[in-house]
């Protein structure tokens, strides 16, 4: 078995409102200094595969069709 | 002119929709459902607006995965009309029938009001009852209506017309860029909107400014 863990961002460029939202409130906790917060998502999935090539291949086959909007979002793919 | 409405799990507006396509055209649309890989012959099919598969992933991302989204591409190649409404038009940019993207509301805020929209293209299939740059009063209910596209996607698109509706006169709910409401394909026979034209059709909604669009789809305007 194998297992991945896939990383969405918003690409640069992209305005984020959440993160925005969420930089004000971490400057309200009194977080002095953060310059930027991007939200993202994480999703850790698990392959019936032993064929690490062929995992790495469907893993962004996988977001290019529907885990990222390559309009809007970059990926990643690490295999663990 | 024979109409389709599909519906998905989680959407909310598909009543509405049917009621204001029945009233409009004198008959009852076809409905096909998210497993269904053909449509009836048709030559509008209506995807209407609410929170299809609960706005998981995101917004219209798993509603676009779905067999009907298939036969719905394969309809609009062909030249069917298409019209989303709401998670409608994100069901279409996610299925990529449409460019762009429509992200969180620039104010975080579910916004449910009444905004104007300015007619930006009244030479299309879906806007010839209406006049260019006439002002319609239309309610919008959502929270990821901010409509986004990169400078390259965004020219191509103002450059040729298919921007159809614009937020007017500072109503922008959303932080759309350009104060974009509706777009339409290259092609000009699919259209997006986050505004519900379907909720003022007739004298008890207190306005019919949505009516137009209808019956320009449907082939019904007045000659």
Redesign the interface.
């Known amino acids: 078995m194998i297992k991945a863990r896939i990383t969405v961002t918003l690409k640069n460029g992209v305005l984020d409102p959440q993160g925005k939202a969420i930089e004000h409130a971490l400057g309200g906790l009194g977080f002095g200094g953060v310059g930027s917060v991007r939200q993202g998502k994480v999703f850790d999935l698990e392959l019936q595969s032993s064929d690490r090539a062929a995992a790495e291949a469907d893993l962004k086959a996988m977001c290019d069709k529907l885990l990222a909007n390559t309009v809007i979002e970059n990926y990643s793919v690490t295999l663990t | 002119m024979k109409s389709a409405v599909v519906l998905l799990p989680g959407l909310n507006r598909d009543r509405d929709m049917i009621a204001a396509l029945t009233k409009i055209s004198g008959h009852a649309p076809a409905t096909v459902w998210e497993t269904d890989t053909a449509i009836p012959d048709v030559d509008l099919i209506v995807i209407p607006g609410g929170f299809s598969y609960g706005d998981y ?2 917004c219209g ?1 798993i509603a676009a ?1 779905m067999p009907v989204m298939r036969a719905v591409a394969e309809k609009a190649a062909a030249g069917a009309m298409v019209i989303g409404v709401c998670n409608g038009f994100q069901i279409l ?2 299925a990529g029938l449409l ?3 429509l ?6 805020r579910f916004v449910c009001r009444e905004v104007k929209l300015s007619v930006a293209n009244a030479n299309t299939a879906f806007t010839r009852s209406y006049r260019a740059g006439q002002v319609l009063r239309c309610p919008v209910a959502h929270h990821d209506g ?1 409509y ?3 400078a390259e996607t965004l020219g191509r698109i103002e450059g040729n017309g298919q921007v159809v509706f614009r937020y007017a006169e500072g109503t922008n709910p959303n ?1 759309s860029v350009n104060d974009i409401a509706g777009i339409m394909n290259e092609k000009g026979n699919v259209l997006g909107m986050m505004p519900h034209p379907e909720n003022l059709i007739e004298a008890a909604h207190g306005g019919t400014d949505g009516r137009g669009l209808f019956e320009s789809a449907l082939g019904l305007e007045a000659a």
């Open positions: 992933l995101r991302a995965r940019v996610e460019p762009g993207a992200m969180r509301n620039s104010s975080l901010n986004f596209a990169d932080g």
